[in-house]
């Protein structure tokens, strides 16, 4: 069974920046891809950030430019680098891994940009 803590959210103002971690832990062979999606009330959920097991990155376009993913493979950890963050950038951001055919995800960390 694969475990995801996140941690690393928090209040922060528009324009400042933050840096979101996550750890899995289990019985873990090779993962494959790793991210982070969010979720704000009334929206639809997005990914905002991921990473191929090969280092590959990808971004939304809302993020891109602002946002830096990366992993380290032998800790079997992620981090998502906010920069410039704006308020449509607040919502609860849950850490992700696909692990053969399955996806795991966090609890959630939430994550609010006030003006």
């Known amino acids: 069974q694969v475990q995801l803590v996140e941690s690393g959210g928090g209040l922060v103002q528009a324009g400042g920046s933050l840096r979101l971690s996550c750890a899995a832990s289990g019985r873990l062979f090779s993962i494959n891809d790793m991210g982070w999606y969010r979720q704000a009330p009334g929206k639809q959920r997005e990914v905002a950030a991921y990473i191929t097991s090969g280092g590959i990155t990808n971004y939304a376009d809302s993020v891109k430019g602002r946002f830096t993913i990366s992993r380290d493979n032998a800790k079997n950890t992620v981090a998502l680098q906010m920069n410039n963050l704006k308020s449509e950038d607040t919502a609860v951001y849950y850490c992700?891994?696909?692990?053969?055919?399955?996806?795991?995800w966090g609890r959630g960390t939430q994550v609010t940009v006030s003006s």
């Open positions: 992700y891994v696909v692990y053969g055919l399955q996806v795991y």
